[in-house]
């Protein structure tokens, strides 16, 4: 079992490559996401691993990375609607 601190190095290090990912996505780079989803799943039975009283010691870090993530998705979300923008093609068939 993972101790609260391992989890919250592991936290870290997704945080900051989620951070990088949506820095270069919003410049339009292409970016590899692969295994991420699992990283975050493996983080989360990590803490629900934990006794009640550690694993609530780690929401605010986990607050964190729901935070990163929500603002990935939304600048993937922006890229996509640009670049369908950017390809003329508007969704109008007039």
Not at 3 to 28: F, L, M, N
Not at 64 to 84: H, P
């Amino acid at each position: 079992m993972a101790t609260p601190q391992e989890i919250s190095a592991r936290i870290v290090k997704v945080k900051t490559y989620i951070q990088d990912c949506e820095r270069r996505i919003a410049k339009g780079e292409a970016v590899p996401l692969t295994g991420l989803d699992d990283n975050v799943t493996e983080i989360c039975g990590d803490i629900t691993a934990l006794p009640q009283e550690e694993g609530a010691a780690l929401e605010p870090e986990l607050a964190g990375l729901i935070e990163v993530l929500d603002k990935l998705v939304a600048t993937i979300r922006e890229f996509d609607e640009s670049a369908f923008q950017d390809n003329g093609e508007s969704g109008n068939t007039n």
